[in-house]
């Protein structure tokens, strides 16, 4: 094909690929422009194509944030996400790391084995486990308590199986020099290992942080007061029996979804920016 | 015979007599109870201003019961949640004092015997209802008795709501009607003049969940399960004629489905909708609509299912609460808790806050202002009074069985044949029953 049909090829492609862009930011649209009507628009105005004027606010209500904000306690409940979040995701990186490197680069009787039962857990639904980790939880007094929110979530079968594949890939050359330099195995994972898996060790923290983010049945179920909950339940106060509250549920529903959009995209940078600084070359 | 004999015979006949033949002692099983000073947790699926109103409601009872009991009301997530929560906390044997819970739910949890059977504190002499129990909705009260477990009363009614047609009484005027359909001929009538393709405007909103499939049997003298709880009848001549009847105004084009949550109250606020079956707890939020619909505030209300029977067959439901097994004192402080919140002062608080049926005749009494302010809600209540009330199966594996009528509903309107698919859904039903009988 002539360079033309090459050009022609590649507009194609660029338009295909905006259209699909396009299709799928239209929900985001939908709840950030629907979040900024009056609730007499969202009855009379409403629209899911973009092209329509009445997919858009006549003028923007900014006042849903802050009613949202204050009628579902948004301040407690995004200090208690965060702080759930960090937790876990800096507890998941340790544990995930240490078990990845060791099923990755140490030998020992049964790491094969083991690694097989540990990878059988993935096939466990999470709902089968709802009531035994709840009755561990209220056996060790920890109903409505941080650790309830966050223990039980610190080490994960598939951010290990994650990292161990990427692991598995760095050179065991690279370790041995530095085994022969009189390095143990915690420092050559902290000082050879982990700088090289910057992308899937930054994978493992979006994925967990999204998971934690968004949980609402396990918060709900080992909580009893708003001491704990995270956003997730915040949001179900503008879910009602009979009725819509739009502008306010999709306010809310905003609000919970700015950090993970942000995340997505530091991660996103570091993805490239830790690929492009590797220091791998065949 | 000797004197002596005689006097003796008396004496153990008399005793006899006292002992077994007199009429039932009086005296209550919990007699020598006493719930000073107890401690419970209420787990609940409200939030916002339900929430607010119930919290209130609960610190006048700490404040003012003789007791000195303690209520702590906890938010448990929605319906679905909660059940979930409460599943794991029985399992657990971590469970709160009282729970909201749909009678099928209390049903489920009683398979693990969590709950207490209700009629030991409803018919006791010291802490019933006595004479107050006839100022109750028996109907409402009946809703919790359930077959599968013997007649056990696994709840209590804090408040309840009707299945409704919600009517556009301006567009019948115009389309020369006087009032809304009472028979389901004036009903498909209605919806084929109000359809016009042309302006987007069509007769009905169908809701296709399980409660309305049991309003529309019901509506027609029908019944959805057996009395004695051994399982369902889906199909039966009643359900045929139902979904028989909504297909064929569905294919004529004068019902359509709807997609998007609570579309139907956006479609009959904006006058694209004639009428839509729904909850009365909805009022509110169809008032809302109306007021800011396209055309602005139109004159509306709410009237029977239309119905072949003599009277009205209105589908009644709602939450009720249940006590949860702990320990005799806490049990009784839970029963007196819902006592005090189905005292008609109390019930005027709450229908005010959510818009529910009360569970006391007399409460209407002190509804005047909100009656005066609401009259739809008025037209509901009147309603209430003059048909006849009848509740869905309280059934484990009832949640599963709705889904599966959804199912078959939706399919049905998309062509499938009406005898087979309610053979197939007959079957299904009661597979689940048999699944989850306890």
């Known amino acids: ?282 | 015979m000797r004197r002596s004999t005689v006097f003796i015979t008396a004496v153990l006949f008399v005793t006899a007599v006292l002992c077994w033949g007199s009429p039932q002692s009086e005296e209550s099983v919990f007699k020598e109870l006493d719930p000073t000073g107890v401690q419970i947790t209420y787990w609940h699926q409200f939030t916002r201003f339900q929430q607010e109103t119930l919290e209130a409601l609960i610190e006048e009872f700490n404040n003012s019961n003789e007791w000195s009991i303690k209520v702590t009301a906890e938010f448990g997530g929605r319906y679905d949640d909660l059940y979930n929560k409460m599943v794991t906390a029985i399992a657990a044997d971590s469970v709160p004092d009282i729970v909201a819970a749909y009678q099928n739910e209390a049903a489920a949890y009683q398979v693990s015997g969590a709950l207490v059977d209700l009629n030991d504190y409803v018919d006791d002499p010291q802490w019933g209802l006595g004479a107050e129990r006839d100022d109750y909705f028996e109907g409402f009260l009946q809703q919790d008795v359930n077959a599968q477990f013997s007649g056990m009363r696994l709840g209590f009614p804090p408040n309840r709501s009707l299945e409704l047609l919600y009517y556009n009484m301006d567009w019948l005027k115009e389309m020369g009607f006087s009032g809304p359909p009472q028979s389901w001929d004036d009903f498909y009538q209605m919806c084929k003049k109000a359809t016009d393709p042309s302006t987007n405007q069509y007769g009905y909103a169908i809701n296709t969940g399980a409660s309305n499939v049991f309003a529309q049997v019901i509506s027609r003298g029908g019944e959805i399960a057996k009395a004695d709880g051994s399982g369902y009848t889906y199909n039966t001549r009643q359900m045929k004629d139902s979904m028989a009847f909504m297909k064929k105004v569905y294919d004529e084009g004068g019902s359509r489905k709807i997609a998007e949550p609570y579309g139907e109250q956006n479609d009959f606020a904006n006058w694209k909708v004639l009428f839509t079956m729904a909850s009365t707890a909805g009022l509110p939020y169809y008032a809302g609509s109306v007021a800011k619909g396209e055309q602005g505030a139109f004159d509306w209300s709410v009237a029977a299912i239309p119905h072949t029977t003599s009277r009205p067959a209105l589908d009644i439901y709602g939450a009720s609460v249940s006590v949860t097994k702990t320990n005799p004192q806490r049990q009784l402080a839970a029963w007196l808790l819902i006592k005090f919140l189905t005292q008609p002062e109390q019930q005027a608080k709450w229908v005010a806050a959510t818009n529910y049926f009360p569970v006391r005749k007399s409460t209407v009494e002190q509804l005047g202002e909100y009656i005066g302010k609401n009259p739809n809600y008025k037209a509901a209540f009147d309603l209430l009074l003059s048909s006849d009330a009848k509740a869905e199966p309280p059934f484990t594996g009832y949640s599963e069985v709705r889904d599966a009528v959804a199912a078959a509903y939706n399919k049905i309107l998309d062509g499938a044949d009406i005898a087979a698919t309610l053979e197939d859904l007959d079957e299904e039903a009661n597979r689940i029953h048999l699944e989850a009988a306890p």
Request: proline share 6%.
């Open chain 1, 1 to 282: 094909m002539g360079r033309s049909g090459s050009s022609w090829l590649k507009v194609l492609l660029v338009v295909l690929l905006a259209m699909g862009a396009f299709v799928s930011i239209i929900p985001f649209l939908y709840m950030v422009s629907h979040s900024l009507k009056s609730l007499a628009e969202t009855v009379t105005r409403s629209s899911a194509i973009p092209f329509d004027p009445r997919f858009w606010p006549r003028v923007p209500q900014w006042v849903n944030y802050k009613v949202a904000w204050q009628e579902a306690r948004f301040g407690l409940y995004f200090r208690n996400s965060v702080i759930i979040t960090a937790v876990t995701i800096c507890g998941l990186l340790v544990t995930s790391s240490l078990s990845a490197f060791a099923f990755a680069k140490l030998r020992f009787p049964g790491r094969d084995l083991v690694f097989s039962i540990l990878l059988a857990t993935l096939m466990i639904p999470q709902t089968v486990l709802l009531i035994p980790n709840f009755i561990v939880v209220a056996k060790l007094g920890w109903i409505d308590r941080l650790p309830a929110l966050t223990v039980p979530f610190l080490a994960s079968a598939f951010h290990i199986f994650l990292l161990r594949q990427f692991f598995s890939q760095i050179p065991d050359e690279l370790l041995e020099s530095a085994r022969i330099d009189g390095a143990s195995h915690l420092r050559s994972l902290l000082s050879i290992v982990v700088p090289l898996s910057k992308a899937p060790i930054f994978t493992v923290a979006f994925l967990s942080f999204i998971y934690t983010w968004n949980s609402l049945q396990w918060p709900l179920v080992v909580t009893q007061t708003p001491r704990w909950r995270p956003i997730a339940v915040g949001l179900t106060v503008f879910i009602t029996e009979a009725g819509p509250e739009t502008h306010l549920r999709l306010a809310g529903a905003v609000i919970a979804v700015i950090p993970v959009i942000t995340m997505y995209f530091i991660a996103q940078r570091q993805f490239t920016e830790a690929i492009t600084r590797s220091g791998l070359k065949e």
